[in-house]
């Protein structure tokens, strides 16, 4: 799994202990993306989408692409397709028809579509990123682990060698069951303050936890109200 240290990081010489490190850069908190181009190895640029969502900002996603457009010339930068956190499919959809950059992108999958979308976009692109929504906000719940066991389980039914999948906000995911190949976080920005934590000590931890290379099938259990076949008397 590669591991994505969310920014801004700050003050500048913490961020300077996580020199050849992965790095995400939101567009709701661009100011270090010049930064990281220069230390790290690979760059994620996020679409701010949810950090927008919890504010109940607009989005420009005019300005988004003229950024993406600026640092899309590094080759290991990638960027997170707009997407509109609870907006439905056909939105998500119509958001990727006008993405100008092709697979330079990932789309994203909500965990309350459908889980054919996210079969759809494993076909067609080469990583695609899992993003959580007001249903499954509280990564690692009960109802997040039953729904992440449900879209694996249809992952390893249609793929012999899993596809690339990140999952946004899961950092948490690292040393898990579930085969992430990416994941994201803002913990080292948010507590590298802390008196027991040192930035690069706190991504020691998190890149030497790494998910597993394959599935295993697991039951998944029937919503409450399904209905159940009755035998004939």
């Known amino acids: 799994m590669i591991h994505y240290h969310g920014t801004p990081i700050t003050p500048v010489a913490a961020l300077y202990q996580l020199a050849g490190r992965h790095f995400c850069v939101s567009h709701a908190r661009p100011e270090q993306v010049g930064r990281v181009h220069e230390i790290g190895q690979s760059v994620m640029l996020d679409n701010g989408a949810f950090s927008k969502w919890k504010r109940g900002a607009e989005t420009d996603w005019p300005a988004f692409y003229a950024w993406c457009d600026r640092w899309l010339g590094f080759p290991t930068t990638w960027a997170v397709i707009p997407d509109v956190i609870d907006g439905g499919s056909q939105l998500q959809d119509a958001l990727l028809r006008e993405w100008p950059f092709g697979h330079r992108g990932a789309p994203v999958w909500h965990m309350d579509e459908p889980l054919p979308r996210l079969l759809r976009l494993c076909s067609k692109w080469p990583r695609v990123c899992i993003g959580?929504?007001?249903?499954?906000?509280?990564?690692?719940?009960?109802?997040?682990?039953?729904?992440?066991?449900?879209?694996?389980?249809?992952?390893?039914?249609e793929h012999r060698h899993l596809p690339w999948v990140h999952m946004l906000r899961g950092m948490q995911c690292s040393g898990e069951p579930w085969p992430f190949a990416s994941a994201d976080s803002t913990d080292i920005a948010q507590n590298h303050w802390r008196p027991q934590n040192t930035p690069r000590g706190m991504a020691d931890g998190w890149d030497a936890l790494q998910t597993p290379g394959?599935?295993?099938?697991r039951p998944e259990q029937m919503e409450l109200g399904a209905s159940f076949p009755i035998a004939a008397e």
């Open 132 to 157: 959580s929504t007001a249903e499954y906000r509280k990564v690692m719940s009960d109802l997040w682990r039953r729904r992440m066991d449900e879209c694996w389980n249809a992952l390893a039914r």
């Open 214 to 217: 394959a599935w295993s099938p």
